[in-house]
């Protein structure tokens, strides 16, 4: 069931190794099933040179395991509350990269101070609140999932396909699981880039004039957009 998804997983996974965003197993990709009655997840600790298609794990949305040998990741349950939510977003990606897990355990937005920033997020990419002792004791993953979405209630998910919860990590997300791996790599580049522009300035970097932003962000992603073939 679903293999052609499994097979979309397992690639998008394996590139999150061949794109230096994961250190040991400390990620995981997921994408919705076309018929939005599941998810495609990779499954818990299992090391990347080791995954196969049929080692992915099926999970329905209301999170029972419906395929799969193996446990699903441990990030599952914050998958699933986002696919909930977010309708337009068909693939996740958790990371720990280096530069963008730094602004998040800084607990502090990534700023767009410059047009490579602006091309692929419309704006400074959001930091959540920290979980309370609570939410972190019951239901870690799911409130993790549920304080991203409550940090998007005034923002674009589809404009803005990555977050930083506070304290822990990036996500992002897009319309395959191969494009929010895409949108990971372009967030740790920008945040790599933020970072180094941060120290040249004493962190006194301007940010990007708004209608900069405006127009590269809308050139590559607007009604009229002209960028690429």
Not at 23 to 30: P, Q, Y
Not at 122 to 144: A, K, W
Not at 150 to 173: I, Q, R, Y
Request: proline share 4%.
């Amino acid at each position: 069931m679903y293999e052609q998804t499994k097979q979309n997983v397992y690639l998008a996974n394996k590139q999150l190794v061949d794109n230096n965003l994961v250190i040991l197993t400390w990620g995981n990709v997921s994408e919705i099933t076309p018929d939005r009655n599941a998810f495609v997840i990779k499954p818990s600790g299992v090391n990347y040179d080791q995954l196969t298609p049929d080692a992915m794990v099926v999970i329905d949305l209301s999170g029972n395991i419906i395929e799969g040998e193996y446990k699903p990741s441990s990030d599952t349950e914050t998958h699933r509350i986002l696919y909930q939510h977010f309708h337009d977003i068909n693939g996740i990606a958790h990371t720990h990269s280096l530069y963008a897990t730094s602004f998040a355990q800084a607990r502090i937005s990534l700023p767009c101070l410059g047009t490579t920033h602006a091309d692929h997020f419309n704006g400074s990419v959001p930091i959540t609140r920290p979980l309370t002792e609570q939410e972190i004791q019951i239901g870690y993953e799911l409130n993790t999932g549920k304080v991203i979405v409550e940090c998007f209630e005034n923002l674009d998910a589809l404009s803005m396909p990555a977050v930083l919860v506070a304290g822990h990590a990036p996500f992002t997300w897009g319309d395959s699981a191969t494009t929010a791996v895409k949108n990971a790599v372009a967030l740790e580049a920008v945040a790599q880039m933020a970072y180094q522009s941060q120290q040249l300035t004493n962190n006194q970097s301007p940010l990007l004039e708004n209608y900069v932003l405006e127009k590269h962000y809308q050139r590559k992603h607007g009604v009229n957009a002209y960028y690429g073939q």
